[in-house]
Structures are given as C-alpha cells and as structure tokens.
C-alpha cells in the first residue's frame, strides 16, 4: 500500500525525546528516516535504564517505539570524514532535523547556512528549547520549560504542589509541532522549489498547549486562569469531578435549569431538588461549594457502576476516571489502532505499544519494525543511497568516520 | 515572504475550540479558510461562566478566517455549503458523525462532489468503535486515559489538566498535511482521522508506553514528589519565599560536580558520590537533604545560580511570568494586537518559526457572517440579486 510521505527522506539527528518523536511522526506516514546517532553509545535515548525508579526491563521501551520505523546510522561527526558523509546525506535528503544545541551544530560544521547551499532544497528543522530568537541560554528539558510556561501552577488544589503533566508532555508536543511544520515546509517547496528553516521550540510548543487557560489569562489577566482552583469551588459544580463509594468520576452537566433537573432525578430520594439554594443557574454558582459538599456525600453512597447506569438512562453525561490500567484493556483504544501490537525483536515476543493517534483512510500509517539497533544501517546506506564503492567503505572506517 | 499553504480552500465546519484550532493553523500559514457559522445555533461558549467582553478564546481559535453564516437547517444553506466544499481542498470538521449523516456533510456525500476531497475529523473517541458517538468533550477523553489519578499528590482527587485537546488540534492539521502530500503524488483525496482520546493518549506518551511495558502499581497511584526515582529529575523543591523549584538532569554524574556545591554538599560526600547511589540506596534521604537545602534560599537566588551553573532546573512560575518574558515577545509565541473596537489586547502567537514562509495575523476573528458575501460572490460567483434573495429567505446572514 502506498504511503503518504513516500519517497521523503529525513536525517534525523536528534537525541532523548522531541527530536526522535517528530521523526517518528514521519516514519510512522513512510518517509525513510536515517537516524544518525554517535558511533559509541548513539543516542542518549538508548541509555535509559530505569521509569519511576522501576528498571525499563528487558527491551528499552523509552528509545524503541520513538524510534520506530527508522534506520539508524552510526557517523562521528567530529571527524572531518564523518562530516563528509553527512553533507553527501543532506545532498541526497529532503529534511534535516535537529534538537542538538547550536554551538554543537556550529561546531560540527552543520549550520542552516552550510546545509543550505549543499541542498537549497532542503528543509532545515530544529527543535530548540527557547525558540529561534532572542538571548536565553539555558540547557532545556520538557520539564524545566513547562515550568517557566505556568503550565504547572495552576493544576491541584490550592497550597499543594505544582503539577507536572506527564513524562514527556511537552517534547511530545514540541515534536508534533515539529512534524507539522516540516510538511508546511515541505508543501511550500512544493509550489516554490525553495527549501527553509523551521524551529519549533519547546517554549513555544508548550505556551500553545497552554491555549485553554493561557488564552484566557492573557485577556483578563485573572488568576483564576493562572492558580490553582479547588474543586470544592468551581464555576459549574455540575460539570467537576466527584468520588463515589469506590471511584472517582467526572460528571458533565450544563449549569441549566434541565441539566439540574435530571441529575436530581438520578439522586432518588436524596437530590435537593428543591432546596432554594440551589433553584437557579446562578445560584448553583453562588453556592458551589454547599453543592459540591452535597453531591460528595450523596455519590459517595453508590458504585460509580450504578451512577453510571443511572445517568446513561437520563442521557447525562459522565465518565468514570480510569487509569492505565483500564486504559490498555479500553475496547475503545484497540478499535482505533490508538495501542498496536507489534514483534520486538530484542525480546523475541510480542509487545504492546502506542500506536497510530492520526488516521489516513487510503495511505494509513503503520508500525513496521521498532527502534533500529545502533548503526546497523550505516553500510548499506553509504553503498546504496550515498553511492560509496566497498573500498572507501573500508577507508571512512580507517579514519573512524563510521565504527 | 511567501505563504506555506497559498491558494488551499479549507471549509471549516468546526464547532468546538480544539476544531477550530485546527482550521486556525492552516489559516495561519496562508490558506484560504471558510468558516461555516450556523446560523441560530447555541453560542458555542460553556454556559457556566460570566460571559467575558471580549472573547479571547474565539480571537485565538478563529482567527485568519472568513466567516460565512448559514442556516445549515434550511436546504438552500445546506446547498451552499455543498457548493463550498465541491470546490474546497480540505473540509474539516468536529461535529458528531450523525448530525454530519443528517446535514449530508459526512464524508461520502462531501467526496461525491469533490472525489479528491480531503475530509479530516476529530472527535472525541474515533471513528471505530462502542463508544464513537460519545459527545467530544475533553474532559471525558481525559477521564478515560489514565493519568487523572496520577497527576497529583497522594491522598488528593484526581486533576483534569485541559490541555490534552491541543494534541488534537495539531494532530488534526498535521493529518491534513500528509494527506495533501498524498494528493499532490496520486490526485487522490481521503479521510483524516484523529480524537480528543489518541490526543490525550499521545500527552501521556511516556508514562503510558512505561506502563504498558514494565506494569504494575507505581503507574496507577499517584507517586509522593519525595519518592522519585532520581532526586536531581522530575523533582521539585520548595523554596523559602515559597515557590517552587525544578530539576531535570536524569544523567547526574554529568551534572553533580556543579550541583553539589549550591546545595550545600560535598562533591564527595560518600553518601551521594556516585550515580547508582544517588537513584539507588542513598535516593530518598538524598531527596530529604535537598529538600532542606533549597528552602534555605529563596527562589530568585536559585535561578541565578542556576543559570550561571547553566544546570537543568528552573523555577515554576504562572502564566505572569511568560506574559512579561522578551523572549516570548520575539519569538512570536505571544502578540500585541490592536483590535479595532477594543484597542491593545494581547494574544497567543505562533508557536512555529519559519524563515520563508512564515505564520502570520492575516485578520482578526471575523463577526458572524462578516465575509458571507465575498465568499459567494468570490468564491461560489452568486450574482448579488441571488445573495439578496438568499438573505431575505434567512438562508445566510
């Protein structure tokens, strides 16, 4: 079957998470990715060991599904040989793609303005940590930016810790907005035969994924966009989270007077249908925290099981709140390939992982292998793609251009 | 300057602000975006707060748009949005496959007038599946994936987040992308797919891929931020003016010679003198000294050293401190706008840098039906007696 990005060749010289994840958006639609890692030790990506203070196991899960669907080159580019290669690749090339650090690329010779004039076509894409302007220079991770966006502060309820959103939150976005702008890039060469330089930076990335709240702050200049907010005190206590005998659910109903009615009828006997505080929209919002105390106690006397039955019927809507645990047995999930099964290699077996969070109906993206082992590509791409004969094959390794 | 997507015809039949966002996008780098609003329908803001004065969601989630206003219940609205999409690249949407079925707007109906039509949709769970015409609500695609229990404190409820739909949003785009590639190649069009589930889903990349290989209860229970598995990453400490502070340098031999002397310890304190003990045995008492050290000094001091040190970590701040950054400023990421009623305002900007053919303001958020004339007079070439006849019978506005 033929694949969207058939016939786009990537060098993907990234490391850790953002970079390899934006390639892997790529890899996953058929562009043919190289991944150029260090000949020693690769990508750092490689080194995970431990998640959570738990050991990764016995396949690297971290470095292996982001990695997906990729080649991998081995090339030390500190040398003047390795180098070499890299410019014959970038020649041969579509994108280039990098989240290593400026003075990194400056050094190793690998700059816009040198790949440009070895490719004009080429699509130069960074992934940097504060954008491409301006005077900060600080080392960069997911976390310490989304620190800086005020993502954090205001998740939690009031006086506890800040929150981060997830391992990997904020280079997973920084890499979508990564793969986004190379195929704008990429449509515009299209039209224009011009290549170009993009950076989507993890600052940025995260001020965007921000957009909900941020949106707001930045009109009203209100903290109630920018501070934590307890859930004993929202806008809409119809629309917020709520424990019952043995779980947690989110219960979202509109603050109307229908909304209010029918929830009240699945509270039986118990529901203050008639209690005055409660009679009007706007007195549901004024007394948000007397209803919230109220519907604590009344769910909390049922199983979510029962709640849900009862509010399926009346046509509420609610979820309970799961974790991953049911998230991987979630029907839902396998129905839309959003987790895959695939072969891994490393362990001989079968093993679950995330899968194709974008569908095309004609050109649908696969998995067709996981993360590729350290360099093990390097020689056929040299013979094949870069047009190297076996004996200066042998001569780049004398040099130690390639292991 | 050129413009990434010059000459692309998007209908935008989206309702919901991650949708929207979507269509912004590719407003942003130059396509040509009609945005069908309904003429009649609800306003699509919750119901549950003060309406504010000036809308800043739908500034942002609207923006680079023409707005046509329909009245997609009547069948001389329902033919103009045909018309539109028979000569559209890309129509994309978010509104629940049955309402879609019912107006004929669903793919099949759509890519019979336009066979190489790009028809992308986002809805709250995927298009296979018991549970695809769930409302598209972010907060239930969060409930369903995992993380709410886990994000917080021990002891304390679960968090709804908010911002797994813009995974979405850009994922939608992204989609459009790839399929226009594949159009370009074949002549062929196609169907684009993505939910606020896989949105959510892809968020919790790392956590969710460590659970489904490793396993077990420390991914289903919320961990104590003193019970990390490495105390110099994914940690923070308070401070003494009380904010908080944060670090992530996962390979901390690269970075304790620096580190060790600004909390106060030993380089060769045997305690913490090697990797394997500072993640391993010595791993919660570590964190009980770091926790001590850095509420000894107040947070300003700790970026400043921070910096000079040039170490992963940082101070957590709010939303004040990215609205006054320069940086922020010159790179775009946020905007001064001067909006012709309201004067200056600021907004979201570009999250993408590009040098040719970069993302700009071509024009604010429309009003209703503010270009409903120049879109079927340009575009579908109404003559103006039928635009008149059109708005008399209520079909447009």
């Known amino acids: ?403 | 300057m050129t413009k990434s997507l010059d000459g692309l015809l998007v209908v935008d039949l989206t309702v919901e602000f991650w949708g929207s966002i979507a269509a912004a996008l590719l407003g942003d780098f130059g396509a040509n975006v009609v945005r069908i609003d309904a003429l009649g329908a609800p306003a699509a803001e919750p119901d549950d707060e003060p309406a504010p004065a000036w809308n800043a969601r739908a500034e942002l989630a609207q923006r680079n748009k023409a707005s046509l206003a329909v009245d997609v219940m009547s069948e001389p609205g329902r033919a103009i949005v045909r018309a539109l999409a028979a000569k559209a690249d890309v129509v994309l949407t978010d509104r629940p496959f049955a309402q879609l079925q019912t107006l004929g707007f669903d793919y099949d109906s759509l890519a019979g007038l336009k066979p190489d039509l790009i028809y992308a949709q986002g809805s709250g769970f995927g298009p296979e599946g018991p549970d695809r015409a769930l409302p598209a609500l972010d907060e239930l695609a969060a409930a369903r994936t995992g993380m709410m229990p886990i994000l917080p404190q021990p002891g304390r409820p679960p968090v709804y987040p908010g911002h797994g739909q813009m995974y979405t949003a850009v994922m939608l785009a992204f989609g459009v992308l790839a399929a226009l590639r594949h159009r370009r190649r074949t002549g062929e069009g196609q169907q684009v797919d993505t939910s606020l589930l896989a949105g959510n889903m892809y968020g919790a990349s790392l956590d969710l891929q460590a659970f489904l290989a490793i396993g077990g209860e420390r991914f289903l229970h919320p961990i104590s931020r003193l019970d990390a598995g490495n105390p110099m990453s994914g940690t923070m400490y308070m401070s003494e003016d009380g904010l908080w502070v944060t670090l992530t340098m996962p390979d901390t031999d690269r970075w304790w010679p620096a580190f060790a002397p600004l909390v106060d310890l030993a380089v060769d304190d045997p305690r913490f003198d090697s990797h394997e003990k500072r993640c391993g045995e010595s791993r919660l008492e570590m964190m009980r000294v770091l926790e001590a050290a850095f509420r000894r000094r107040p947070a300003a001091h700790w970026r400043t050293v921070f910096l000079e040190k040039q170490l992963s970590a940082d101070v957590i701040e709010d939303y004040a401190f990215p609205a006054a950054d320069p940086q922020v400023y010159r790179n775009r990421y946020i905007v001064d706008l001067e909006h012709p009623s309201l004067g200056g305002v600021r907004s979201l900007g570009f999250p993408i840098f590009m040098s040719e053919s970069p993302a700009r303001l071509f024009r604010l958020a429309p009003c209703r039906g503010q270009h409903s004339f120049e879109v079927l007079h340009d575009i579908l070439g109404y003559g103006e007696d039928e635009i008149t006849a059109l708005r008399d019978a209520g079909a447009i506005g």
């Open chain 1, 1 to 403: 079957m033929a694949n969207a990005l058939d016939g786009i060749r990537v060098v993907d010289l990234t490391v850790w998470f953002q970079g390899p994840v934006a390639a892997q958006h790529l890899a996953d639609f058929g562009a043919e990715v190289i991944h150029v890692e260090r000949p020693k030790s690769g990508d750092q990506g490689r080194g995970v060991r431990s998640i959570k203070a738990l050991p990764v196991g016995d396949w690297n899960q971290y470095f292996l599904v982001i990695n997906r669907n990729k080649k991998s080159m081995a090339l030390d580019l500190k040398t003047q040989a390795g180098r070499d290669i890299m410019y014959r690749l970038v020649e041969r090339s579509d994108v280039f793609l990098s989240n290593l650090t400026a003075d990194n690329l400056e050094g190793w010779q690998l700059t816009y303005e040198k790949l440009a004039a070895v490719n004009p076509r080429l699509v130069y894409a960074t992934t940097t940590g504060y954008g491409h302007y301006g005077t900060t220079q600080k080392p960069s991770f997911d976390m310490t930016v989304q620190a800086l966006t005020g993502l954090m502060s205001r998740l939690g309820e009031p006086d506890e810790p800040p929150i981060y959103l997830g391992m990997g939150s904020g280079d997973a976005y920084g890499g979508l907005m990564a793969a986004f702008a190379i195929l704008l890039a990429l449509h515009h060469r299209e039209a224009t035969g011009k290549g170009q330089m993009i950076d989507a930076s993890l600052y940025g990335a995260q001020l965007f994924l921000a957009a909900p709240t941020l949106q707001a702050y930045l009109a009203t200049g209100s903290t109630r966009y920018s501070r934590q907010q307890s859930r004993t005190a929202p806008l809409n206590p119809l629309w917020n989270t709520y424990p019952t005998r043995d779980r947690w659910v989110f219960l979202c109903v509109p603050n109307t007077d229908e909304g209010w009615r029918r929830l009240c009828r699945s509270l039986g006997a118990a529901a203050p249908a008639t209690d005055p505080r409660f009679e009007s929209a706007q007195k549901r919002r004024e007394n948000a925290t007397a209803l919230v105390a109220l519907l604590d106690e009344i769910l909390r006397d049922q199983d979510a099981a029962e709640w849900m039955r009862r509010w399926r019927e009346l046509g509420i809507v609610a979820s309970p709140i799961a974790n991953l645990a049911e998230l991987a047995a979630d029907e839902q999930v396998w129905a839309n390939d959003y987790l895959m099964k695939t072969h891994c290699e490393e362990v001989q077996r079968e093993v679950t992982i995330r899968g194709l969070p974008v569908r095309l109906s004609r050109t649908p993206g696969s998995v067709r292998s996981l993360g590729p082992e350290l360099g093990q590509d390097t020689e056929l791409i040299l013979a094949e793609t870069l047009g190297y004969s076996w004996d200066e094959i042998a001569e780049l390794k004398a040099k130690g251009a390639i292991p």
